[in-house]
């Protein structure tokens, strides 16, 4: 060992048995081994960081095994990929970096399967490693044609060089004995146990002084209690007392379940043997193993399993024995007779393994070595259990055959099939009891939606088998964050309450449920009469999260028998694929296993930017400074803000609304009718001063007075969708070139239609809009605005504006003030005439139905948008950087009454705007943050809290939710990117399928039975942040969610149906 | 019941250099035995010359391989260029099958059998193969007047 390793030592795998023994845990340990160091180190490091009490693993490749390192080395020059970790030829100071990649944190053993080990052991010596297996007899006879004469001694000689290098390490060195699995499968347990025995006892006389005795899980748990019980007493009476020693138990090794479900309960059951009968060690395998190398994520996932059903085999639940329970006399009695039998023909116990074995004393059933005598049979009884067919000249009493019949050629197959049969025919019929588990991780709206359709389409069935669906939230279930019922009332909705419902259908004569209930202003109207305002008006969040609420108990009343709702409250940190299903592990450590998850996990808190950071940390820094990141309003620690302290407030969206009304009438302050159509603001002398800012300097405008009733639909004329499929099918858009000008014809089509039906009435609109429609349709979209223009004009109508979006968008762009009081007096101009333009409502003002076409036609955008229909540059700089903000900013405002209150804020000396490119910077000088504008000639306003009044949008690599790090480190989440023309770019959302929108993997593969809705799949989806349907036809927010229900339920009607390895056929 | 007159037919059992599963040989050994022949198994990772000092040790009617590690076709196909080239005729001449898993692409192996039986293998069965076959096609290739395994069991 090279002195930079020598301080470095791996940890004691012995002492951390006996330490994880003492704390009732039981060791797992993967199979695996790679090629090259940095993938072995990734392995080693994914198994340290797994949730279970680990041993790492480096398997040596097959050349290093026999000796042949010239052939290691040739392959690793062409580059080819070895089956296991070359040792050798990496050489001491890469295998001791590699095995430091557990952070020491748990020990390393070397598996290698070599009849002559002397060469890797000596590699092992040199890279400060202290654990391996093997064994004299279990490496030699199964695998190698080496003579028992050769392997002995070879044996004898490089166990005694390597405890001796070992400990000239300052280092414990530890054996393993693979006595305990000769063959996989078919051997009786007695030999079995025996051969490990006789292992212990030869590497002890050969220096060591640990040691772990092996046994291979066989057919028959219980027996398998029995033969590790018997194992103990053995290596107790026969094992040094100096020689410190623990049981490894394998998981089985012979032909594996062929399904994923059978596999995964073979592991159950070897981690429940492990535990009852006393082994403190489990050398897992994966339900992939049989057909090919398992990822690391399998690996992970096969421990952390075996970790579970190990910790429950502690508890009632395990039905199985304690090895104190069981009567393991047979087992013991032939074990003791072979290892005695043994002893008897001489004092060293190699030559006496080799006279052993050339008198037939120990016979290994079904092993083709010619020291191997061949003459024993080992069978599987009726009742399951591993018995010998024949015994040779094996000193085992007569009875121990007596009742066996001769092993066919065909009984041979049925006896190497048995255990893998038995499991996937006990986990078909497993499958076909337990229940069926839909999880929804998430119940906002989206969540809610998902399971309204599931229980409406389960409604009038009678499943097979019993249907649970959790609906999990760490907030508050049935209501989730944004819109739990405690918040502040002043935070408002942004939708009138007459256009939100969350029931799939409308009420009829029935009851309420699943599929038919109430509007949110229907039920507002018969929960809360006494405050319900109509059906145009804006309702609280909190409200919204009380009906969501309501929502829930109407689905959950609904439910058809065997069909369950579970609540579950607590936050998802983990999902991993197992098997057939999905575990989600819980933050308090909770576990729940389900056949399909839902992820509608809405907004996200993402890591701050380099700039927020910034200012984040110039405020840590200060005492008397507070920084309040972007989130949801009700989110912001805004209590603690001090009354008169002046707060900056950066952006003026719908975020910017909230913050404000929960700091002016969120605080005893009060709104009055002002005697001339306005409001005054009533302080109460608790509220800080507002400094609020955005580039455009321009509070988000309103919304037209809703004149739209509920089942009011609009149907476009020039943006219509089949023009934008029509598009679309000639490849990626270029929305500036391709799609905005239909959707801008749409607008001043309505613009100037609106006007032409206020003068005129409906029926000269229609003959206008025709006509428009009919020239603009024959000329093309360009000339839209003058088109429809001109024949407005004919019309009289040539005192309207023009209506430009840009214009409209940033209305004091390229303006300059000498003050700021020259600024409030033309933003309040602006918003007073916004406010009129919004009284005169979005179907009847020319303005605000204009841009409520934005809104109306968002599915159409979606249909150029999603899914990559434009072309990477125009997606990311016309859409995303121009189009999305200004279609927020015009269509997306709040009530008007929100503006007339800002109105009446400014007038107060509440708030201040404090202009357009308005600024904000910290001030080293004055210990303050600053705010400024670009457009005003004023001085920078120093304030005491910065509040971020913007709500992030999902980024997945700024995500830090462990549940989202979860997924996206295993690959099953992936950020989407669009690569369309050439120039590719990441939107940060999660890449989905196509409906029902499942997430796509690092590998391109669809994720089976786990979907993605809403928010985080922003990017390669838009407008995800919808939080309701509205009455009369399904919008896409319901079809989303009835399309992933139909998926979800398909599952339940395949229950008879095995699964097929995943993987098995690549 | 008559005794048959002829000798048991003789198999030598074997897999390639590369290959330590014996499962298979274990069933063939019991399959082959149940149907009346004679067999030397070679076991685990039989280099090249081991075989061909069984084949002249031997002198088997027939050699079958068995290959399960996606080896089969490398190993197999050198194997035979090495029996065949053998001085003794008895050696060179010695009907040989291979059977098994013998490559590492699943279905798409299937060319593979073609490239065998060029090699100079007498019948090559794939993964999938009909026992059946495999009985018929080794009486046939292990002379006429092999026992019929009817005839095998009756005996």
Known sequence: MSAELRNRPAADIQSYVEQAAQEGRLVVQPRMGMSGPAEMAAGLRAVAAARARTVGTMTIDSYTRVEDIAGARAALAEGKHLNGFPIVNHGPVTTARVAAATGHRIPVQVRHGSARPAHIFDAMVAAGLSASEGGPVSYCLPYSRLPLAEAIPAWADATRRFAEGTAANGLRAHLETFGGCMLGQMCPPSLLVAISVLEAMFFAQHGLTSVSLSYAQQTHPVQDIEALAALHHLAETFLPADVARHVVLYTYMGVYPGTEAGAGLLLDTSAQVAVRGGAQRLIVKTAAEAHRIPTVGENIAALERATRKGREALTEECELPWARQVDYETVYTEALALIEAVLGLGPDIGPALRKGFATGLLDVPFCLHRDNTGAAQGTIGDDGRLRWAKTGAMPLPAHSSSTARAVTSARLLGMLRYTADSHDQAAAALDAAAPYRIAIVGSGPRGLSVAERLAARLQGEHPGRDVEISIVDKVQVGAGRVWRTGQDTSFLMNTACGEVTMFSGPMDDGPVRAGAGPTLAQWWSTARPADYPGPDAYAPRALYGEYLQFHLDAIETSLPARVRLRRVAGEVTGAQRDGGTWQLSFADGDQLTADRVVMTTGHPVTELSADQAGLAAFAGARPQLRYIRGDSAADMPLSGIAPGARVAVLGMGLSFYDVTAALTCGRGGRFEDDGHGGLRYVPSGREPRLVAGSRSGVPLPARGRNQKGPDWRYTARLFTPQRIRALRSRGPLDFRRDVWPWLDAEMQLVYYATAVRGRYGTEVEHAYTDSVVAEIAAAGADAAEQTARQLAERFGLDLLPPLDVNRLARPFAGCRFDSAKEYAAALAELITADVEQARRGNLDGPLKAALDVLRDVRGTIRLAVDHGGLTAASHREDFLGWFGPVSSFLAAGPPMVRLEQTLALMDAGILEVAGPDARFGADEDAGAFAVSSGQIDEAPQHCEVLIDARIPGPDLARDPAPLTRCLTRAGLWTSWANTAGGRSFDTGGVAVTASPYRPVDADGTAADGMYVLGIPTEGQRWFMQVGSSRPGPWTEFTKDADAIAADALAGLRQTARTRALEGANR | ?155
């Open chain 2, 1 to 155: 019941m008559s005794v048959p007159v002829r000798h048991k037919r003789r198999i030598v059992l074997s897999t390639v250099s590369s290959d330590s599963h014996t499962w298979n040989l274990v069933f063939l050994q019991l399959l082959l035995e149940e149907g009346g022949y004679e067999v030397h198994n070679l076991g685990a990772c039989v280099p090249d010359e081991v075989l061909v000092e069984a084949v002249r040790r031997h002198r088997p009617d027939a050699v079958v391989i068995s290959s399960v590690n996606g080896h089969g076709h490398l190993d197999g196909a050198r194997m035979i260029r090495v029996l065949q080239a053998d001085a003794d005729p008895d050696v060179a001449g010695v009907p040989v099958m291979i059977g098994g898993k013998l490559g590492i692409r699943g279905a798409a192996d299937a060319d593979l059998a073609g490239e065998l039986i060029a090699a100079g293998f007498r019948a090559v069965f794939t993964e999938g193969a009909d026992p059946a076959d495999f009985g018929r096609t080794l009486n046939e290739l292990a002379g006429a007047g092999a026992l019929t395994a009817d005839e095998a069991v009756a005996a």
